[in-house]
Every structure is written in C-alpha cells, then in structure tokens.
C-alpha cells in the first residue's frame, strides 16, 4: 500500500495521461502497476518518508536499489525499462506541478536491452495464409470473411483490434479509411481495391441483417468477430503450411510495413500509415531490413 497523498497523486497523473496525452487504458494500467510498486518500494526502503515528500528525497542510490530488487525478482530488461518511463513521467509531472527537484529519479539510467525485430510474413506466405484461410473453412460466408480481415490487416496495416472495430457504416470501404488507433489517435489509411473486393464478397453472403451500428465482421452467432478467433484460425493455417509461430495477425501488420519499405517506401510516411507516436517505433523495421540483406549476404558468402 502507498500513503493517501501519492495513491491520490497518482491517480491524477494517470487522469492526466488518458485524458490530456491520450494514453490507452491499456498503458494507463500498466503505469498504474509500475507506480505502485515503485512508490511502496521506496516507503519502505526509506522508512519515514511519505507523501510527496517521499519523490523529493529519493536519491539515485535509491533508484538503484530499486531497480536491482526488481531484477533479482525476475522482471525483464525490457519491462524495466519500461517501468522506469512511467517513474520518469510521474516524477516529472510532479516537479512542473508542485516545484519538486526530481533530478535523481530523471538521471537513473534505463538498463539496456537489444530490441526485439518485428517478424513479418514473407509475400508468397502470407498469399498462402489467405488461401489456407479460405480453404479451410466449411461455410463459404465465413471463409470469405477470414479472407476480407486477413487482406485488411496485410493490405492496409491495420491492429487486429482496428479491423474487427469496424461497423456496417464502413462499408463499403471507401479509398482512404479514417482509423482511430491506440489512445484515440486517428490517422488516414489508403485501401487497395483488393481489400475492398474482399471485404464486399465478404458483404454480399453475410447471412445477417445489416444496420449502421451492426459490426462488419461477424461471428458465427452474428455478434462481432474476436480477434482470439482468426488468431487461431492463422494458427491453423500457419501449421498446415509450416510457418513460425510468428506468423501472427500482428505479423502482418508488420508485413505491411516491411513491404512499404522494400519498396522504398518513406519512414515518415509508414510511421503515419501504422499510427506509430514515435518514428523510433517505425525505424525497427529498418533492422528488419539490415537483418534480411545480412542473411542473403551470409548465405552467399558463408564463412570457411
């Protein structure tokens, strides 16, 4: 537990982030969850230290304590990392609102960590996903469907969650798609006609009644289709074909990206096309690309 004064600050920082920055809900709570235990860590590494007292008197020695007992607990580089933003945030939040020096909890550096490469799926399989995909389901209507949200998510690098959000009032789908993403960020998506033919394949033998609020994409009861659903829908579809367990949905959306950029697509441009906040998001997938040439490199001149 963390005293009255910081549970309340905190929560009106993270009424701050979700309503003035935009955070997901998602994020807000998984902040929320790095606070806490950041802030009871230091209740009691420091003993009497309460309030917004406590953020003031941490010292990077604290920080350091802090973050080694968060490794020896198993938590990851990564996730540290991430739970150090979150403190950052907060102590800086704090310090423009009530005049608080923070510079130990500002300067404690984040631990290093290789960043992970999105795993796009190749052309030709995602090509033979699809066709796997309406291969192998028995009712046509519901093959077209699978079919119309997996040419969606590879033709315009649409999430999952951004694909199946879609209402009846969306179709049909026009040439430019209004999308609003993560923390309500909208951006503008091109769809190619080969989605949009789908998608209207999909239309004409959906066997259920369509209204402007009626979701798009319907289960089989003709309620909204979920995304754990055509997640295991390409997980059969992978296994027949023989692909990594990375050929996800999320996949490809990656592959959207990879294949813009192979085309000499613009990073600025991709990075609005996926609703990336930060161009440091979008720039893993020129690693991606380094990685792929390293390989038909390595392959072609293999070491002795």
Known sequence: MISPGLADA????LAHLAGVEGAAPAT???????????????????GEETGLALVRAVRLADMRAWMAAERADGLSARSLARALSAVKGFAGWIAERDDVDVTAILSARAPRFKRR????????????????????AAVPWIAARD?????LLWGCGLRISEALGLDARDAPLPE??????????????PVLPAARTCVEAYRAICPFPSQPDDPLFRGAKGGRLGARLVARTMETARMQLGLPASATPHALRHSFATHLLDAGGDLRAIQELLGHASLSTTQAYTGVDTARLMAVYEKAHPRG
């Open 10 to 13: 905190l929560e009106r920082w």
């Open 28 to 46: 807000v709570e998984a902040y929320r969850a790095d606070l806490v235990g950041f802030l009871a860590f230091q209740q009691e590494h420091m």
């Open 117 to 136: 490469l999105p795993r796009p799926v190749a052309p030709e399989a995602a090509r033979g996903l699809i066709a796997a995909v309406e291969a192998q």
């Open 147 to 151: 079919v119309a949200v997996l040419t």
């Open 176 to 189: 430019t798609l209004r999308i609003f993403g993560k923390g309500g960020k909208e951006r503008i998506v």
